[in-house]
């Protein structure tokens, strides 16, 4: 089993920053996938960032050039930094693991609220 912690999110106003981390304990398997997921009230859980154990990062298109996803191995963590936040990018932001061969886990989610 795998545990997520998140930490940062907050609040922020239009054009502001705020950075999201993650740490993974448990049984961590040496190749997996770590991410970003944004959820809205009412609505689906979608995709922000993801990035693999190698490097290898897909972003939401509304996020790219403003939210850089990174991550630390070592450290089993994994890192958003978000710029020039935007009122729509409000919402829960939820840490995601994935294994190579696995099922996926999910943190508790952290709140990202952006005032214009």
């Known amino acids: 089993q795998v545990q997520l912690v998140e930490s940062g999110g907050g609040s922020a106003q239009a054009g502001g920053s705020l950075r999201l981390s993650c740490v993974a304990s448990g049984n961590i398997a040496r190749h997996n996938t770590m991410g970003w997921h944004r959820q809205v009230a009412g609505k689906s859980r979608d995709m922000v960032a993801v990035?693999?154990?190698?490097?290898?990062?897909n972003y939401r298109e509304a996020v790219k050039g403003r939210f850089t996803i990174s991550r630390d191995n070592a450290k089993n963590t994994v890192y958003l930094q978000m710029n020039s936040l935007k009122p729509e990018d409000t919402g829960v932001y939820f840490c995601w693991y994935r294994p190579l061969r696995g099922d996926d886990h999910w943190g508790q989610g952290t709140q990202v609220t952006v005032s214009s």
């Open positions: 990035i693999t154990d190698g490097g290898t990062i």
